[in-house]
């Protein structure tokens, strides 16, 4: 009797380990074409060193849509993974319309598109057929052309905004000429007071034109990612120490804390500079009048980046005008702004200088309550690029 | 994509989430197509994207077949139940974002009629932060990733002050000079498309976090939508 249960125990536990095996094994079934390309298909590891070499980002696809091979620069576009299907990671219908066409028999099939965010991209691909080992593939072949389209808009966007921004000063300037020549020929101290207002404006000029050629020239570079490695605090004293006349004429202190467990962050230092010169330019400005100006160097939450905040007690920014200010020639106060010798690319800068270097720009403000601009950069990593 | 042929339940699987993703990248286009229709007043671009919506509904289609195809002959459970039920629901959004999209392309036909006007620049850059929203999102369901979703869920209300200060400025605009009223129109209703749009996302986001987590996410999203009682005082305005 007792022989029996022991028999029936020993079935039922053997009946039991083959239902878990079973289930395990339908779990962990892979489709075909990923058991394919876990085990690599003669001549596939050939074709990835190849791909590897090519500059551009170049992926070819089984007949199932799957990744099959991939180099480097095609994951960092695409995110595309070996033995995953292509359309889930990179989802540009014409793309994919064009891998489509080849993989139903065309000769090739090109597609252009654009890749809008984070920092727009613009893609020119080819898409061809490949046969490898008896098997049928489609090489798809992304050549960025960012810089390209870049050149050339950049031409355009400058006439079009220099020359409404730049025509306010001129306009001024040719009425002071026309007067100094005409009317005020003979008074000496009209026209002593008209040069020094015509100077004014040229230097407002300058300014402007400055400001548009460093703004054209970051986002020139705007989806290469720095690798250097920078130092925030050290960028934070020196541009304090070059503020200090400034400072010194408004009566005011900026006091710089640099908080334990601060990083050094992944960035071009004089870029990173002239952000900070921006925040302390806008902070003395706009918000000296309230007193002091603090500096703040301090790990983010996550610690994924080191930041940057500099915080002023003036009047405030209203909340409806936070959102935009980073736009072109977006001012709150457009008279205030011209006053005190503001272009109106200040934060633009700084908007395009961050989203090179994959940063963020944080605005907390409140009206009578002064204001706070926080930059985050990416902690520096060895290698990193 | 969907044409072949996928014996196995996980093919099955993947092939319903690389639809979802697909009909993402559709709707993606579509929205960016749109904006620029409107920004370089290409009405050529806006036509192609609104015939280009019907290819949402036709993925719509495939990916309803596939759920009910796995939901009767597979009956999933645990993850690959809520894998099934998400891709509907998120097929749901994508195609309601589509429709948003095109009616944008729509009204782009209007207004390049019109006179050029300096007022859409704000409307294109809602669009790109409702762009990089969906994107964050999709990315976040092709990676399964629950913190993305989050951060997208959170960051809504970057468009709905956006929406805020456009809503504000074009109220101005229309008080200052009546002529500008119809124009105006049109492009709030595009402000209020985006808004919505980007809405859908944060839909989308919970939809993600589910799938991910097997739960909802508890605590309400903060809401910076305030237009409902935004209103511009007269003598501000003249």
């Known amino acids: 009797m007792t022989l029996w249960l022991a028999l029936v125990l020993i079935a039922l536990v053997a009946l039991a380990a083959g239902a878990a095996g079973y289930a395990l094994s339908r779990r962990r079934a892979s489709p075909p074409a990923a058991a394919a390309a876990q085990a690599p298909q003669a001549g596939l590891a050939e074709i990835t060193a190849v791909l590897q070499a090519l500059p551009h980002a170049t992926v070819l696809l089984d007949e199932t849509g799957r990744v099959a091979a991939k180099n480097a620069a095609a994951a960092e576009l695409t995110g595309a993974a070996v033995g995953k299907p292509f359309a889930a990671s990179f989802r540009v219908p014409d793309l994919l319309a064009a891998i489509e066409h080849v993989r139903d028999g065309a000769e090739s099939a090109e597609a252009a598109f654009t890749l809008p965010v984070p920092v727009e991209r613009s893609i020119e691909a080819r898409v061809a057929p490949v046969e490898v080992g008896g098997r049928r593939y489609q090489l798809a072949f992304l050549h960025d052309i960012t810089a390209m389209v870049r050149?050339?808009?950049?031409?355009?966007?400058?006439?079009?905004?220099?020359?409404?921004?730049?025509?306010?000063?001129?306009?001024?300037?040719?009425?002071?000429?026309?007067?100094?020549?005409?009317?005020?020929?003979?008074?000496?101290?009209?026209?002593?007071?008209?040069?020094?207002?015509?100077?004014?404006?040229?230097?407002?000029?300058?300014?402007?034109?400055?400001?548009?050629?460093?703004?054209?020239?970051?986002?020139?570079?705007?989806?290469?990612?720095p690798a250097a490695k920078a130092d925030l605090a050290g960028i934070a004293r020196d541009v304090v120490d070059a503020a200090q006349p400034a400072l010194n004429r408004a009566g005011i202190k900026a006091v710089i804390d640099v908080a334990e467990g601060a990083r050094p962050v992944t960035g071009a230092r004089d870029e990173l500079l002239q952000i900070a010169q921006n925040l302390i330019d806008n902070a003395v400005k706009y918000g000296g009048e309230g007193g002091d100006i603090e500096v703040n160097i301090f790990p983010s939450a996550d610690g994924a980046a080191t930041a940057l905040s500099v915080s002023d007690k003036g009047p405030g920014i209203a909340r409806e005008h936070i959102p935009r200010l980073t736009e072109r020639f977006y001012r709150v106060d457009d008279a205030m702004s011209r006053e005190r010798g503001g272009t109106g690319l200040g934060l633009a800068i700084v908007k395009h200088i961050l989203n090179r270097h994959r940063g963020r720009l944080e605005i907390e403000s409140e009206p009578g309550r002064g204001s706070k601009f926080t930059v985050f950069i990416p902690v520096w990593q060895p290698g990193a690029a | 994509?969907?044409?072949?042929?996928?014996?196995?339940?996980?093919?099955?699987?993947?092939?319903?989430?690389?639809?979802?993703?697909?009909?993402?990248?559709?709707?993606?286009?579509?929205?960016?197509?749109?904006?620029?229709?409107?920004?370089?007043?290409?009405?050529?671009?806006?036509?192609?994207?609104?015939?280009?919506?019907?290819?949402?509904?036709?993925?719509?289609?495939?990916?309803?077949?596939?759920?009910?195809?796995?939901?009767?002959?597979?009956?999933?459970?645990?993850?690959?139940?809520?894998?099934?039920?998400?891709?509907?629901?998120?097929?749901?959004?994508?195609?309601?974002?589509?429709?948003?999209?095109?009616?944008?392309?729509?009204?782009?036909?209007?207004l390049n009629r019109e006179n050029p006007v300096r007022l859409t620049q704000g409307l294109v850059r809602m669009g790109r932060e409702c762009l990089s929203q969906i994107k964050a999102v999709l990315d976040a369901y092709a990676a399964r990733?629950?913190?993305?979703?989050?951060?997208?869920?959170?960051?809504?209300?970057?468009?709905?002050?956006?929406?805020?200060?456009?809503?504000?400025?074009?109220?101005?605009?229309?008080?200052?000079?009546?002529?500008?009223?119809?124009?105006?129109?049109?492009?709030?209703?595009?402000?209020?498309?985006?808004?919505?749009?980007?809405?859908?996302?944060?839909?989308?986001?919970?939809?993600?976090?589910?799938?991910?987590?097997?739960?909802?996410?508890?605590?309400d999203r903060p809401k910076g939508d305030a237009t409902a009682s935004a209103s511009v005082p007269y003598e501000q305005a003249s």
Do not use: C
Not at chain 2, 151 to 165: M, Q
């Open chain 1, 151 to 225: 050149v050339e808009r950049m031409r355009a966007d400058f006439v079009a905004n220099a020359s409404h921004e730049l025509r306010t000063p001129l306009t001024s300037l040719s009425g002071f000429i026309e007067t100094i020549l005409g009317p005020a020929r003979d008074d000496p101290d009209a026209t002593g007071r008209f040069l020094e207002i015509m100077q004014a404006q040229a230097q407002r000029m300058r300014r402007l034109i400055d400001d548009l050629l460093s703004l054209s020239r970051i986002e020139l570079n705007e989806h290469v990612r």
């Open chain 2, 1 to 110: 994509m969907s044409e072949h042929t996928v014996k196995s339940y996980e093919g099955e699987l993947e092939a319903i989430s690389t639809s979802v993703a697909q009909m993402g990248g559709v709707a993606e286009a579509l929205l960016q197509g749109a904006i620029d229709a409107l920004q370089r007043r290409d009405s050529a671009l806006a036509d192609r994207m609104i015939e280009s919506d019907r290819r949402i509904d036709e993925l719509e289609r495939v990916i309803e077949g596939q759920a009910v195809k796995i939901l009767a002959l597979r009956q999933p459970v645990g993850v690959d139940l809520r894998l099934t039920v998400t891709a509907l629901r998120i097929s749901n959004e994508i195609e309601r974002i589509g429709d948003l999209a095109k009616n944008i392309a729509k009204r782009a036909l209007v």
């Open chain 2, 145 to 219: 990733d629950a913190e993305s979703a989050m951060a997208v869920w959170r960051r809504d209300e970057e468009i709905d002050e956006l929406y805020n200060s456009i809503f504000r400025e074009l109220l101005t605009y229309m008080m200052e000079d009546p002529r500008t009223i119809s124009l105006a129109t049109h492009l709030l209703f595009v402000a209020k498309n985006l808004e919505r749009a980007g809405d859908h996302a944060t839909n989308i986001a919970e939809q993600v976090y589910y799938l991910a987590k097997g739960a909802y996410i508890g605590e």
